[in-house]
């Protein structure tokens, strides 16, 4: 599926290009965004590398990685979506979802939206059953996020990800397609 384009009142998920280094860079190189994520801030030759990897995977047959822009109806770029797709065990029937919202962004709801086109993606688009993420157990925002849009906690990975020189449990939350059928979209 190439390129995605999907939508929602105040948010668009769009494919990335080089030309987003510098707004992608805004994101991924503040030390805020950064502090719950698996990596330190990126300089914006490390976010140039991603985008070059991300525009490459997007064109992948089958394609299993949906790394996506976030935009604001003028086109400023507010977040980094990701969904991808799981492929081992599972029959490519799940799916795991990461975002990160630029921080001047944050506590206006856009976040919920970039999940949901997310959840769209992978359940209305891709037919998934299962969809999944991981959070840092300190990050209560990405927490109520998917808490409001039906995803559920299931438990803490202990000791699972290597973050600056020291291991870290991350909490697991997930939801299945008859839980995203059944939830509004309000």
Do not use: C
């Given at each position: 599926?190439?390129?995605?384009t999907l939508?929602?009142?105040?948010?668009?998920l769009r494919?990335f290009?080089?030309?987003?280094?510098?707004?992608?860079?805004?994101?991924y190189?503040?030390?805020?965004?950064?502090?719950?994520?698996?990596?330190?801030p990126r300089?914006?030759?490390?976010?140039?590398?991603?985008?070059?990897?991300?525009?490459?995977?997007?064109l992948?047959?089958?394609r299993?990685e949906?790394s996506?822009a976030?935009?604001l109806?003028?086109?400023e770029?507010?977040?980094?979506?990701?969904?991808a797709?799981?492929t081992?065990?599972?029959?490519?029937?799940?799916?795991?979802i990461?975002?990160s919202l630029r921080?001047?962004?944050?506590?206006q709801g856009?976040?919920?939206?970039?999940v949901?086109l997310l959840l769209?993606?992978?359940?209305d688009?891709?037919?998934?059953?299962?969809?999944?993420?991981?959070?840092?157990?300190?990050?209560e925002?990405?927490?109520?996020v998917?808490g409001?849009l039906?995803?559920?906690?299931?438990?803490?990975?202990?000791?699972?990800?290597?973050?600056?020189g020291a291991?870290?449990d991350s909490?697991?939350?997930?939801?299945?397609?008859p839980e995203?059928?059944?939830?509004?979209?309000?």
């Amino acid at each position: 599926m190439y390129p995605v384009t999907l939508t929602s009142p105040r948010v668009t998920l769009r494919e990335f290009t080089l030309d987003d280094v510098d707004a992608l860079t805004a994101i991924y190189g503040d030390p805020r965004v950064a502090e719950h994520m698996s990596f330190e801030p990126r300089t914006r030759d490390q976010v140039k590398g991603t985008l070059t990897s991300v525009t490459r995977a997007a064109l992948a047959e089958p394609r299993t990685e949906y790394s996506l822009a976030a935009v604001l109806p003028a086109g400023e770029l507010a977040a980094y979506a990701r969904l991808a797709v799981d492929t081992q065990h599972t029959g490519q029937n799940s799916a795991q979802i990461g975002f990160s919202l630029r921080a001047d962004r944050w506590r206006q709801g856009l976040g919920t939206e970039v999940v949901r086109l997310l959840l769209r993606l992978g359940f209305d688009e891709l037919g998934l059953y299962r969809v999944w993420g991981a959070r840092s157990p300190l990050n209560e925002a990405s927490a109520a996020v998917m808490g409001k849009l039906g995803m559920v906690e299931e438990g803490r990975i202990r000791g699972h990800i290597l973050v600056r020189g020291a291991w870290r449990d991350s909490v697991v939350h997930s939801i299945l397609a008859p839980e995203w059928t059944a939830t509004p979209r309000t």
